[in-house]
C-alpha cells in the first residue's frame, strides 16, 4: 500500500448524521453518520436536532437549571421554541447564568437594561415574572427541583405512537401550575408546566420510532 493515506468509508451508528474523519494506522477514515429516526418536530432545523437528541426528554435536577427553564418556557409563551433556543446564550448573559439568588436581586436598572437587550425577548412582563419568580424560588424550604420533581407521575406512561397524541397538559402540570401559583410564582399555566415536564425529563414524550424512545426502551445492562 502507498504511504500516502488512503480513504475509506464506513457507517457509524452512535450520533445525529454529519462527518468525521480519524485515522486508522496510515488510514484516514471518513465517518459518514446516517439519519436517525426522531420525533418529527425535531427534523426542521439543526438546533432542533442537537436539542432533540441531547436534551429534550433528558432527567434534569437542580435548582438553578430548572429555573433557567421555568423562565425560558414562560418566555416562550406565544412564540416558537427555536427564537428562544437560538437566543438562550443572550438570555443566559443577561440573567447571570439564571442563578436564583442573583436575579433575585434584579431591580429597576436591572430590568431597564433587560428591555434594552436585543438579544432576548424585550417583553416587560416576561422579565418581570422573571424576577418575581426568582424571588419565589428563594422561598420554596425544599427547593425548586424537589417541588417540581414531586409532580412527576410515577409508573409506566403509554408512549405516544405520533405527535397527534402527545398531549398539551396532564393532571400533573394542571397540580403543577395550580401550587406555584399558589407560592406565587406566575406565567406558569398548566400548558408552560407539562413543556417544563417534557423538557426536563418528568415525563418522556419521545414517539414510538424515535431513537430516543428505542434506546430508554432497552434493558439495563450492567
Not at 11 to 28: A, F, K, W
Not at 128 to 136: G, L, P, Q, S
Amino acid at each position: 500500500m502507498s504511504r500516502a493515506a488512503s480513504r475509506a468509508r464506513v457507517s457509524c451508528t452512535d450520533r445525529s448524521p454529519r462527518q468525521s474523519e480519524l485515522s486508522v494506522g496510515s488510514t484516514s477514515v471518513v465517518c459518514v453518520e446516517p439519519e436517525r429516526q426522531r420525533c418529527d418536530w425535531a427534523n426542521s432545523a439543526p438546533e432542533y436536532v442537537v436539542y432533540h437528541d441531547e436534551e429534550w426528554g433528558t432527567p434534569l435536577h437542580g435548582d438553578d437549571v430548572l429555573f433557567e427553564r421555568v423562565c425560558l418556557e414562560a418566555f416562550q409563551s406565544g412564540l416558537s421554541w427555536i427564537t428562544i433556543l437560538r437566543k438562550r446564550p443572550a438570555f443566559r448573559a443577561a440573567f447571570a447564568g439564571f442563578a436564583i439568588d442573583a436575579v433575585a436581586e434584579f431591580g429597576p436598572d436591572d430590568e431597564a437594561r433587560l428591555m434594552a437587550d436585543a438579544g432576548i425577548v424585550r417583553n416587560r412582563a416576561k422579565i418581570a415574572a422573571a424576577v418575581r419568580n426568582a424571588r419565589a424560588a428563594q422561598r420554596v424550604p425544599e427547593g425548586l427541583s424537589e417541588l417540581l420533581w414531586s409532580f412527576a407521575p410515577g409508573g409506566e406512561r403509554p408512549r405516544p405512537a405520533t405527535l397527534a397524541d402527545v398531549p398539551a397538559t396532564s393532571a400533573e402540570s394542571v397540580a403543577m401550575a395550580k401550587e406555584l401559583k399558589r407560592r406565587g410564582f406566575v406565567f406558569v399555566g398548566p400548558t408552560t408546566a407539562y413543556a417544563l415536564m417534557q423538557a426536563t425529563g418528568m415525563v418522556d414524550d419521545h414517539v414510538a420510532d424515535c431513537f430516543r424512545a428505542q434506546r430508554h426502551s432497552e434493558p439495563a445492562r450492567g
